[in-house]
């Protein structure tokens, strides 16, 4: 009797393996593994870069004086709403006799919040409102003041286009510009 030709080299290892046959979610290393929350938090999240229909999106929110200087400002992920910073920032600048916003900053909370400090909303009343607060146009009229405040922000390309990927990077440049706005 001949014997029949070997075609190809048998593979070593595996009829040799079927002993010791891993499970199919095991690890080679016993210390590879996601982290179990013992470092620090990351994510674009965590670093104030929010998702929304646009693409990646990041808000500043600010409170300025009278002449336009920026007080406070608190960076958040773009599809929060505005008024999670509003008490926050509110608290940081000093009481003022009058606060305008706009409609987005329309709560009852905040604006029992201004009462209290002895502020004047002025903030004018979202459409779905169903008990609408006294509401005056030409006081509103000076809201444009912090959008002219925003201009000058953006006026620095790094600020415009938010380059850094850090949070506290990005809220370190727009505290440099908000100095530079405070001297010129």
């Known amino acids: 009797m001949v014997a029949p030709p070997l075609l190809a080299a048998p593979v070593r290892g595996a009829a040799d393996d079927l002993a010791g046959r891993r499970l199919p979610g095991a690890r080679f290393d016993h210390g590879q593994g996601a982290s179990l929350g013992r470092r620090r938090k990351r994510g674009a999240e965590e670093q104030g870069i929010g998702r929304s229909r646009g693409g990646r999106t990041t808000k500043i929110h600010a409170v300025c004086d009278a002449q336009g200087r920026p007080i406070a ?40 919040y201004l009462a209290e400090r002895g502020t004047t909303p002025v903030i004018p009343n979202n459409p779905t409102r169903k008990h609408p607060s006294p509401f005056n146009p030409h006081l509103y009229k000076r809201c444009n003041i912090i959008e002219r405040m925003f201009c000058r922000l953006k006026d620095w390309r790094r600020i415009a286009t938010r380059y850094d990927k850090l949070a506290i990077n990005f809220a370190s440049a727009v505290a440099l510009a908000a100095a530079i706005i405070w001297w010129c």
């Open 73 to 112: 400002f608190e960076v958040t992920p773009g599809q929060l709403g505005d008024i999670r910073a509003a008490i926050v920032l509110i608290a940081q600048a000093p009481a003022a006799r009058v606060l305008a916003a706009d409609c987005a900053y329309d709560a009852r909370g905040l604006r029992q």
